[in-house]
Structure formats: C-alpha cells, structure tokens
C-alpha cells in the first residue's frame, strides 16, 4: 500500500530565518505530487505541484521554492521566512488523471 | 482562474437528518470534482469524485450531484451521525488535470 510521510510535524522559526520541510511518498512511482497551505480557518492554497523528477510548477508568487529530487521526494524551501508563510503545510500525491488526492499528516509552521 | 464558493457558516444538523452542503464554482466547468473530509489538525481524505458527465455519485451513505448548467455541486450525508462531524472540502480541477482548486469548506457538526 501507498503511504505519504511529511516531517517536521511541528515547527517554530524566526523571521528571516531558512525552510525546509520534506515529504516522501512509498508504495507508488511517477506520482503528482503537491504542496499546499492552509491559513488557520481558510482552505486549502495550492503553492507548487509536480509531475515529474525536476519538473516544479508554481501557483503562487512568493518567497517559497520546490524542488523534486527524486521520484517521490518533494521539498518546500525559503531562504527567509516571512510572517505570513505561518501555516498548515500539506503534501499530497496523486497517480493523474480522474485521481484522487492523498494527503501527508502535514507540518504546523508558526513563524515568530 | 476558477473561484470555488463553500457556505463558510457551519451547518447544524440533528442526529439522522440528512446534510447537504453545496460548492458553486465560477468560470470555466471542471471535468471532475471532488469531495473531502478534513479532521482538526489533519489532513483532508478523499470522499467521492464525479465526472462532469455524471449527474449523481453515490457511496454509502454519501451521494454528490454535478449540475454543469448551474455550477454547482451538492454533497449529501444521509443518516447523518455525530462522527460525521468535520469539515468537507470541495476540490475542482485546475483546467489541466494535474492540479486542483479547493474551496474554503463547510464545518458540518451533527448533534446527538
């Protein structure tokens, strides 16, 4: 069976200081994967999602990047942190097309 | 880009009535939609999916309707039970089918 990991589960950063939350997905291959965030009491914000080994697409400009290194390795990175990045981080995966999403445990970020 | 509306009111409903809870999109008509449940703290979990050309998906006791013409979908828990008690989400297919759109979701508490 398919299982997604997200790590940290929880986080405290300053300002300014860098990212990097990682997910991992096992039991599948060439999966979609995606990166969202929830604000508190908000829904879900698509930031990247990727269909392929290098190949990153952005939904929205800010300070945050993506990079898939491997097949079902997604990374969220920001070289500073803003207050607003403050969120519920979730990756999901996907197997295409008519495919339901699977969502991580998700990563609480509060930036101070 | 597609706007996607929930009731952002929670609904309160008694212990084996029916809820209903609508999404209504504007824009462009997605080819597939999409229902989750999302817990407190955690990440959604996949419910039901339609097809654009399916008026009607049942699941137990969970059915959604997709009516192209008016934009809207409902999704229906009958017998609702107080463990039916969480947030469901709408999701729409972002034009091309590997990324989605959420809504903002529905708080539905069931009252024993």
């Known amino acids: 069976s398919q299982t997604i990991h997200q790590w940290p589960a929880t986080l405290v950063q300053p300002v300014g200081s860098p990212l990097s939350l990682e997910c991992t997905v096992e039991g599948t291959s060439n999966p979609n994967l995606y990166w969202y965030r929830q604000a508190a009491g908000r829904g879900l914000q698509l930031l990247f999602y990727?269909?392929?080994?290098?190949?990153i697409s952005s939904e929205v400009p800010q300070n945050l990047s993506a990079s898939r290194p491997q097949d079902r390795q997604f990374i969220l990175s920001s070289k500073k942190l803003l207050l607003s990045d403050s969120g519920f981080y979730l990756c999901a995966w996907s197997s295409g097309y008519l495919a339901e999403q699977y969502f991580g445990p998700g990563t609480r970020l509060t930036v101070t | 880009s597609q706007k996607i509306e929930q009731n952002s009111e929670a609904l309160n409903i008694q212990e084996g009535k029916t809820a209903t809870l609508t999404c209504n999109y504007t824009n462009y008509s997605p080819a597939y939609l999409q229902w989750y449940r999302q817990d407190p703290g955690r990440g959604p979990v996949f419910l039901l999916l339609?097809?654009?050309?399916?008026k009607e998906k049942r699941k137990e006791r969970l059915k959604v309707t997709f009516d192209t013409t008016l934009k809207q979908s409902l999704f229906h828990i009958t017998a609702s039970q107080p463990a039916d008690s969480a947030t469901y989400l709408c999701a729409l297919d972002g034009g091309n089918f590997n990324k989605f759109y959420f809504g903002s979701g529905t708080k539905l508490n069931v009252k024993p």
């Open positions: 990727s269909v392929g080994i290098g190949q």
């Open positions: 339609i097809r654009e050309n399916e």
